[in-house]
């Protein structure tokens, strides 16, 4: 049998064992009885779509309410921060071992923010007390349903409006992790921002003080300054060559994007783009040595990246 079908069944036997019932403690025993059940049956790798299946079976056997009712609390989290009343059973069907303790709605207030006690006579006035005291039915209207002040504190998962898969993964994470939502948050947002900063700081760097040796290193191969700087060394280096070393225009090489590539491993789109701001100057040598892509197929089979050393012929910078 399935997981997902072990877990059908067993949120079935709740849901039976459920109906009818309104009292918190007695719905608190039961849906942790089966939610404990459910979470020995199946592996830990499904735990994750078992425990979403679970709740859901729960959601259609008793759907939110538009007015408080016996059995149900008040909530607005999840996506849209709708308000409606949902079934008791939801508060304790979680990963959120905390939640287990928080019985009651004046300990669920608490629990989301610490907001004031509603006087005891309009939590516990049923309709037919409300009917015969119109004067107080304006003061059960306005209090019966407060919104929470949300803080990073009182937070639940579904307030972050995350898609399906994604806040799975995250519950996931702090079901593995331990840690709070808060802490999460916080944390996520520490290593992001410092990612990004980090980038912005290795994007705008001056790499023209940086040798050749070391731009062709591992410590610069993911630096997104290197290929222009590396680049336009590149051209340098083979503009040495053909008017400085050789002297036989079968000794010379082609300024070309292949030519390039070769000499500094950089990706072809990233140099093909990069040579575009170079191609005036590119042209007007090959034009002045009468170079063209033929002569870089050389008849002994030499490698441009074997006979010009850009390291060597470009060391620094170019100004």
Sequence with gaps: MSDLKKTADIASKLITELHDITDELTIKKATLKYWHEMKKAVSDGNFGRCRTAFRKAILSAFPDRETATPGYYFTNSGKGQVERFEHLSLWYATANEERWNVTGEDAR???????????????????????????????????????????????????????????????????????????????????????????????????SGVTTQE??????????????????????????HNSEIVSETGDRWHINQTAIQSLTGSKPQTVKEILTDYQDDIDSHNATHELTPYLNRKADKRKIEDVIDVAALVPNGIE
């Design 215 to 240: 731009l062709l290193s591992a410590k610069y191969r993911t630096h997104p300054g290197r290929a222009r700087e590396m680049v336009k060394r590149a051209i340098q280096a083979i503009k040495i």
């Design 109 to 207: 207030k608490q629990y989301f923010g610490g907001l004031p006690e509603l006087p005891k006579s309009e939590v516990t006035e049923d309709k037919s007390t409300v009917e015969t005291k119109p004067e107080t039915k304006p003061e059960v209207i306005t209090a019966v349903e407060p919104t929470p002040a949300l803080t990073l504190e009182s937070m639940q998962i579904e307030a972050l409006q995350l898609d399906t898969d994604t806040q799975q993964k995250v519950q996931d994470a702090l079901d593995y992790s331990g840690m709070s939502l808060a802490d999460f948050i916080q944390k996520a947002c520490t290593i992001y921002a410092t990612t990004l900063t980090g980038k912005a700081k290795q994007f705008d760097s001056d790499l």
